[in-house]
């Protein structure tokens, strides 16, 4: 079983009891408030439950008996078995990981007033609503972000104000995209966003963080054609993303080649901006090639002097970024989290695997003088979905902090 199918079956098997928590108590809620609809509403919430886990069926039978491969590996675009199947298996997990929270609370705050007999009456309505409510609104609400945040690519703007930075490079602009992911989930109508995102804002510096092909080598021509074309007005720099590397690194770094940009593979470069050194360093650091801390830090030491240092790497891996700010690099740009891709609120909390994995997993940090950038990303992993994490191409336009 590849990597993603057992991801998928272990998710199921995680997930289940949340599945059934969830279904029994918004079931009952409904039998509470309309004993008369108890055994439909049951039956309609566990059809759906059924409808949400053929996928990791599917998956566990092909996988024990060996009659091929799941029908959305098999295809070049996406087709009826991802509509009917795939997407709604990912959707129905998000509804039930973002009702969970909120039902045990009400569970623990219904306990807590059955110590209050006046108002344990009145929370035995409150409560079944409440359930009720917020099921309908998670049904309506997640699968209408998860359209907006999968297919519409943000033009996302940042100001940073960088201590020291000298006056000539005040304004200067970069467009930083990863993860671009081309495949049959990340296909033209998404990437031409990019490509019009990118044009418009005619940087000075366009840098990818990587990862530019899901896997495999049958989108590497429509991979071409997502970056050939394009430029920074001063620059144009890449670095290998894990799944370039998984795929066809060679092929990608020869794509970009050819396409005009400069492939960093734990290279320096300097370009010159108003009479000042830029130097962008390209750090290979995936999970296939993780350089030890002795080689990062000579990497880094081996620089050449610039008035504007900035690191370049797929992954925003904590050491990388410590060690970065240690040899004074003004910038750290990255990719590889999608700023976690399904981000969950538990609460209100924002909650997403990917910060388990590194703490700057989105957005903008501070480490002692550096400022570190982890772009959202275009595409996505595993799950065919974005939620909560919205698909974005980031531009900086650098300013001198006058304070």
Request: hydrophobic share 50%; proline share 5%.
């Amino acid at each position: 079983m590849s990597w993603m199918l057992r991801m998928i079956f272990r998710l199921s098997l995680v997930t289940l009891p949340l599945f059934l928590y969830v279904g029994f108590r918004l079931g009952g809620s409904i039998g509470l408030l309309n004993p008369a609809l108890k055994i439909r509403a049951y039956l309609i919430i566990f059809l759906a439950m059924a409808w949400v886990y053929v996928l990791p069926v599917f998956v566990f039978l092909s996988n024990t008996f060996g009659f091929g491969r799941p029908a959305f590996l098999q295809e070049d675009t996406v087709g009826w078995f991802d509509y009917v199947f795939y997407f709604p298996f990912w959707i129905g997990v998000v509804i039930v990981l973002e009702l969970t929270a909120p039902y045990i609370l009400a569970d623990l705050v219904g306990v807590a007033l059955r110590l209050a007999p006046a108002l344990w009456e009145k929370a035995r309505v409150i409560l079944p609503w409440f359930r009720v409510i917020l099921a309908i609104l998670a049904v309506v609400y997640v699968p209408i972000r998860t359209v907006i945040d999968t297919n519409h690519v943000r033009d996302s703007t940042i100001r940073l104000a960088l201590k020291e930075l000298p006056p000539e490079l005040a304004n200067l602009s970069i467009t930083l995209v990863s993860d671009i992911q081309v495949d049959q989930y990340t296909g033209d109508a998404k990437v031409a966003q990019v490509r019009r995102i990118i044009k418009d804002r005619h940087a000075d510096f366009l840098l990818s963080g990587g990862d530019l092909v899901t896997s495999g080598t049958d989108f590497l021509g429509a991979a071409a054609r997502a970056v050939c074309g394009l430029s920074g007005t001063v620059g144009t720099a890449a670095v290998m993303g894990d799944h370039d590397s998984w795929s066809a690194p060679a092929a990608i770094a020869e794509i970009h080649r050819k396409c005009g940009w400069t492939f960093l593979a734990n290279e320096h470069r300097l370009f010159s901006y108003h009479g000042k050194k830029v130097l962008i360093s390209g750090l290979t650091y995936i999970y296939s090639e993780r350089p030890t801390v002795p080689a990062l830090r000579q990497f880094l030491r081996d620089a050449p002097q610039a008035d504007l240092k900035i690191l370049l790497v797929h992954q925003p891996a904590e050491q990388v970024i410590h060690l970065a700010a240690e040899q004074g690099y003004t910038l750290v740009l990255a990719g590889h989290t999608h700023g976690g891709q399904v981000v969950i609120h538990p609460l209100g909390i924002p909650f997403t695997p990917s910060m388990t994995e590194t703490r700057y997993y989105s957005g903008v940090y501070h480490v002692d003088k550096t400022t570190v950038v982890v772009t959202r990303g275009v595409g996505m992993s595993l799950a065919p979905i974005r939620y909560g994490s919205g698909a974005e191409v980031t531009t900086l336009y650098l300013a001198t902090d006058e304070h």
